[in-house]
T-cell receptor, first 115, second 113 residues
């Protein structure tokens, strides 16, 4: 597995509380992504980053924000968690090298439950 | 944006048989098509991929074919084994700055011993 870790691996939180999930990579890859996975919906992109302090929205970005202050870390924040954000969250990385290196490698995931 | 549809949603085969999973995509500008395998409770793992300038790629028992005219691509697994049982996802990427993948809905493959 590529050098990707996610923390925490499991979290239970209450509706309305803020939550931050962390993705850490040791591969020095340029691109980092946050996905959520829900039954019947597959994997959907929330936000992605193409460099330090460079981020953009994905398909399902409402209710989420991200930050990337260092190459190795990409944070996903739920400002005020809702039950609809109960999901498994995966981080992914991609080198994005010149010549079109597109392979994405996934972290182990974080299971978030909002009660 | 891109839209990827995947069929079937579930597939049951006997050990030793072949399995085929098909995906269609909407944007003719898409140029990279990976396949991921996800075992229960685990992360998606990249198993094979193909670029738009190639029609077929093989890696041991798995192969992927791409038909750019029809905008569809397929995963072929031969001589299936119980350890092939998992959920398989196809995806497509547009050649843009974000290298964003759009995933299909997944196929649950069950290989019966």
């Amino acid at each position: 597995d590529a050098g990707i870790t996610q923390s925490p691996r499991h979290k239970v939180t209450e509706t309305g509380t803020p939550v931050t999930l962390r993705c850490h990579q040791t591969e020095n890859h340029r691109y980092m992504y946050w996905y959520r996975q829900d039954p019947g919906h597959g994997l959907r992109l929330i936000h992605y980053s193409y460099g330090v302090k460079d981020t953009d929205k994905g398909e399902v970005s409402d209710g989420y924000s991200v930050s990337r202050s260092k190459t190795e870390d990409f944070l996903l924040t739920l400002e005020s968690a809702t039950s609809s954000q109960t999901s498994v969250y995966f981080c992914a990385i991609s080198s994005g090298l010149a010549g079109g290196t597109y392979e994405q490698y996934f972290g182990p995931g974080t299971r978030l439950t909002v009660t | 944006g891109e839209n990827v549809e995947q069929h079937p949603s579930t597939l049951s085969v006997q050990e030793g048989d072949s399995a085929v999973i098909k995906c269609t995509y909407s944007d003719s500008a898409s140029n990279y098509f990976p396949w991921y395998k996800q075992e229960l409770g685990k992360r998606p793992q990249l198993i094979i991929d193909i670029r738009s300038n190639v029609g077929e790629k093989k890696d041991q028992r798995i192969a992927v074919t791409l038909n750019k005219t029809a905008k569809h691509f397929s995963l072929h697994i031969t001589e299936t084994q119980p350890e092939d049982s998992a959920v398989y996802f196809c995806a497509a990427i547009l050649n843009n700055a974000g290298n964003m993948l759009t995933f299909g809905g997944g196929t649950r493959l069950m290989v019966k011993p």
